[in-house]
């Protein structure tokens, strides 16, 4: 008989003894992780295999519940015929609401639990099919109110766009800006569920990537994802947390929200590890260490994803990478005219170095990026037309990709070493269901040590719990150790002002402290009188508060001097022309810039994408606030209003009713044209009522945009 081991590294299966031997055996282990590997590797090797043998399978595919596949496979069969029984299963696993839709056999579990009103969190392997169970309940269009929480914006499109058919009944809601009617969709980020004042009661509530929600996690946005749950939950909605796999979940967590933890290593995708190695069985390092990885690239056929350390090190070796292909003559351009090409010339520069790799099928993926570059790069990837994507850890930690191989460079997401649950993450992202049954997992360094992760929530555990969460949990919920703690934090406030300092979602001690200066020193403060635009020396001098009191404590004059100068240069110029001159300066300034307008455009899209389109605004929101309270309960005269800046800043300079298309992957270079059209309608005041405007004013608008331009308009309006 034949070997599991043997017969999962097999191409093909012809014999029929080895498959009814095999099947005999896979019967008695259906329910296993074992079981489930063999029929998977049977489904990515089912060309070849036995055709007498394939009806035996076919019962099999049925037992484990892999419904997706039977159905699938069984329509391509007409030799088999379904009992009345197997016709029974089968049609309970069906969506009476997804046209052609089938269930697994978990997912069906889920499924009726949500069906039976239940409140139930999923830890489940990235491939179990975690946001199709999302669709269901949008299709049943039972709920009125839906919030799905997302953790980047790149995750909001994504949703957006599987969700847009639900459009001629729910309203899409995916930026603050945007009107809410009866029936909505909510789809934001926990920041922006928080910016909502009169956000109507939540009917049914989603929280992806629910881990993110842990202190263990260590992420920048854990206070604004716990504050949006207790903002939420305290209307009581049915809700699904949704998480890759975890071992538990906060115990308090589950009894507070009457929640169900369900957990499963269920997965309809094989993953194979492979160690890269030298001779002596040791880690690689240095130049032998990327000839391998080079090496290895270049025999992939199928679609290959390397992750990396940061954008500096994804940068870094796609090029060195190209090098090597040029050297062995097999640097073959792939993709001649991509209509994006026009637009990198015409708004980055014809000499960016991301041009040059995706001509030759090379993709680098990183948090810095325009969000709709991101989300071209996503599409020419799983399209087949970049064979090769350096990725950080924002793809990992981002979209769903279609992708053979993972292969894993580094061993740490900037200096912070992966976990094990990083690294379950990062492997998962290999093989996707009914498009590569096998994922293939390279890895050139040592797997962390397996650890458990139990999900705590600050919010409800109050155990090591930043101020930020605990002065925003409701007083009869605080547990006795932080009723002391939370009393200091309120202490000499009056409650308007503990309001404001709650909303604005940053550090308690710093805003109490740069309060305080503005009221010892409102004398000396007049720079901080500002509205519209700033003058540099205005802009300059109010950053330096804010990184002083709100950030990591007093920075050089000449940081505070570079960010200003950086942000009204992107408010007053073309996004080019900033980039010129930043690359004249490094021209100038050194001579250690080898590359100075690729430095440029990388410093200028980070600046762009972190401080321009988060950090600055969200500063200026917090001082702004606090000295508008002075100045309205101390009789000073004061014109501040730093919203005009602010919004320009983050939103490209595009008119603020046309800004949710940013969210829905229009470049703001085509957004400024639109706005521009001649005459716009009176009514044109919403996303509705700008998609209508957009449509009905088509020939002129498309006259004016680049194919590029064109076509993701075209995909933002009609998705």
């Known amino acids: 008989m034949i070997t599991v081991d043997t017969f999962l590294e097999s191409t093909s299966f012809e014999d029929f003894n080895d498959n009814w031997d095999l099947a005999k055996y896979t019967g008695s282990v259906i329910d296993t992780i074992e079981g489930r590997k063999i029929i998977i590797h049977i489904l990515d090797i089912w060309s070849d295999v036995n055709s007498e043998a394939k009806k035996i399978w076919l019962d099999l595919i049925e037992r484990a519940g892999f419904y997706p596949y039977f159905v699938d496979k069984v329509k391509k069969n007409s030799d088999y015929n379904f009992s009345v029984q197997s016709k029974i299963r089968t049609s309970f696993f069906k969506s009476e609401f997804l046209p052609n839709v089938y269930f697994h056999e978990e997912q069906k579990e889920i499924e009726r639990a949500i069906t039976l009103e239940k409140n139930i969190a999923v830890s489940a392997p990235t491939s179990f099919g975690k946001s199709l169970l999302i669709e269901e309940f949008v299709a049943r269009k039972k709920f009125n109110n839906i919030l799905i929480i997302q953790p980047t914006l790149a995750l909001i499109d994504e949703t957006r766009r599987k969700l847009q058919k639900y459009s001629n009944y729910y309203n899409l809601v995916v930026n603050t800006g945007q009107m809410f009617l009866e029936k909505n969709i909510f789809i934001l980020t926990a920041e922006r569920v928080l910016e909502y004042e009169k956000l109507p009661p939540i009917d049914f509530f989603v929280i992806d990537e629910f881990y993110k929600i842990s202190n263990r996690r260590n992420d920048s946005r854990i206070d604004a994802l716990n504050i949006a749950l ?57 130049k032998r260490k990327k000839e391998k990885l080079f090496k290895l690239l270049s025999e992939q056929s199928e679609p290959s994803i390397v992750y990396v350390k940061s954008p500096n090190e994804a940068y870094k070796l796609s090029k060195l990478y190209l090098e090597y292909l040029e050297n062995i003559d097999e640097a073959v351009i792939l993709n001649h005219d991509l209509d994006i090409y026009e637009w990198m010339d015409e708004n980055i520069s014809p000499n960016w170095q991301l041009k040059k790799l995706l001509l030759h099928g090379i993709g680098t993926h990183n948090g810095a990026l325009p969000r709709h570059i991101v989300t071209s790069e996503m599409e020419l990837f799983n399209s087949g037309k970049l064979k090769v994507l350096f990725a950080t850890v924002s793809l990992i930690e981002g979209v769903n990709t279609v992708a053979k191989n993972m292969i894993i460079y580094n061993k740490s997401k900037g200096k912070i070493p992966i976990d094990f649950f990083d690294f379950s993450n990062i492997s998962g992202r290999a093989g996707r269901m009914k498009q590569h049954y096998t994922g293939n997992v390279y890895l050139f360094e040592q ?58 979602l940053i550090s308690i001690k710093g805003q109490k402290d740069l309060y305080e200066y503005i009221c010892t020193n409102i004398k000396q403060l007049d720079y901080l009188k500002w509205n519209n635009i700033p003058t540099y020396d205005q802009l300059w001098r109010t950053l330096d508060l804010c990184y002083t009191f709100l950030k990591s404590g007093k920075l050089s004059d000449h940081f505070a001097q570079g960010r200003a100068l950086m942000a009204l240069k992107l408010v007053k110029y073309p996004l080019f022309k900033v980039i010129l001159e930043q690359t004249e300066y490094y021209r100038k300034k050194s001579k250690k810039y080898l590359d100075p307008e690729n430095t440029a455009i990388d410093f200028v899209l980070k600046f762009q994408r972190n401080d321009a389109s988060f950090e600055i605004p969200k500063l200026l929101a917090v001082i702004e606030s606090l000295q508008k309270y002075y100045f309205d309960h101390n009789n000073v005269e004061g014109n501040v209003d730093y919203s005009t800046f602010s919004s320009m800043l983050e939103n490209e300079q595009t008119d603020e009713k046309f800004q949710f298309l940013i969210d829905y992957g229009v470049p703001s270079s085509a957004i400024k044209k639109i706005s521009q059209i001649d005459n716009p309608e009176s009514n044109v005041q919403n996303a509705s009522s700008i998609i209508t405007f957009i449509k009905h004013n088509s020939k002129r608008i498309y006259a004016k945009l680049l194919p590029y331009e064109q076509r993701l308009l075209n995909n933002a309006i009609e998705s």
């Open 230 to 286: 207790l903002k939420v939950m305290k209307n009581e909605p049915q809700a699904m947390f949704l998480t890759p796999s975890v071992d538990s979940l906060s115990e308090n967590f589950r009894a507070k929200y009457n929640v169900e933890f369900y957990k499963t290593d269920y997965t309809l995708v094989n993953t194979k590890f492979e160690k890269i190695r030298n001779r002596n069985g040791n880690t690689l390092s240095g």
């Open 447 to 504: 797997e962390p040590t397996p650890e458990k992760f139990i999900i705590d929530v600050p919010a409800i555990d109050q155990d090591k719990v930043s101020d930020e969460i605990l002065i925003n949990i409701p007083d009869s919920d605080v547990n006795v150790n932080g009723k002391e703690r939370k009393d200091n934090l309120n202490s000499g406030l009056d409650p308007d002002l503990i309001n404001i300092i709650k909303k604005n």
